[in-house]
């Protein structure tokens, strides 16, 4: 097993575009030195500007999708993004359970970089009761981060992002990183949470512009650090130090948002002195 890449196996839907989803986590893992095996959970119609459509997979077809290679490759790491329907969101919950040993790295895909609605009240509510609390580590963004601790039946219920933070671990994942792209500030400053409260705060610069699968590639980049070996706070680390290096190299190949460029060290000019191969 030692020539293994690691392998991570995720659970997500596809995008056309390439910016996010299975594509983006496809590139990602690829890229971190992993082998991606990939689950599909819903088919999308969307470009870099926004979601227009979705079809849920069947889930029992997305069960067997998971089930059949989970019983021919060793798997390090699961990676949850978009599930698509209350019914995917309860098969992904079956398998992972039968397999606590692996970590479970899960990206709440909730609404389109536009503001697209992706889940609705009983697919959050499923996401509570079935897979957060299976969870290694969930990686919501400020928007995100509130939709799923609010308490629906409380109008007055207004939590800061640290409370938000408590209540996703107080229902059983261990650690909870809330990015800060939404938030207005002038560095984006993420913070990982654990148990005991801030294990970690990070701030990188704003960039201008928004990205595409910018949500898919950090929590990808973290299944892939967890998978090579790192420790939880090591490996939000590398993961975001990566994340930001793909939108700072990021381009706009359409009429919408940039996609982060997760190959970008292949394209970086070599160090003086250097040449490619075949150069004379």
Known sequence: MADLPPIVLVFAATDPSGG???QADIMALSSMGCHPLTCVTALTIQDTMGVEDMMAIDAEWIADQARCVL?????SVFKVGLLGSVE???AVAEVVSDYPEIPLVLDPVLASGRGDEIANDEMIAALR????P???????NSIEARRLAINESDDNDH???AECARRLIASGCEHVLITGTHENTAEVINTLYGEGGVLRTDSWARLPGSYHGSGCTLASAIAATLANGLAITDA???AQEYTWQTLKAGFRPGMG?????????AREDPPAGEHEPGDS
Do not use: N, S, Y
Request: glycine share 2%; aromatic share 6%.
């Open 129 to 132: 009761e079935l897979l957060i």
């Open 159 to 161: 939590p800061d992002l």
């Open 88 to 90: 995917a969101i309860t």
């Open 134 to 140: 299976q969870c290694t580590i969930v990686t919501p």
């Open 20 to 22: 996010a989803g299975l």
């Open 236 to 238: 939000v680390k590398d």
């Open 71 to 75: 019983e021919d490759m060793p798997v």
């Open 257 to 265: 948002q940039h996609i982060p460029d997760r190959m970008f060290w």
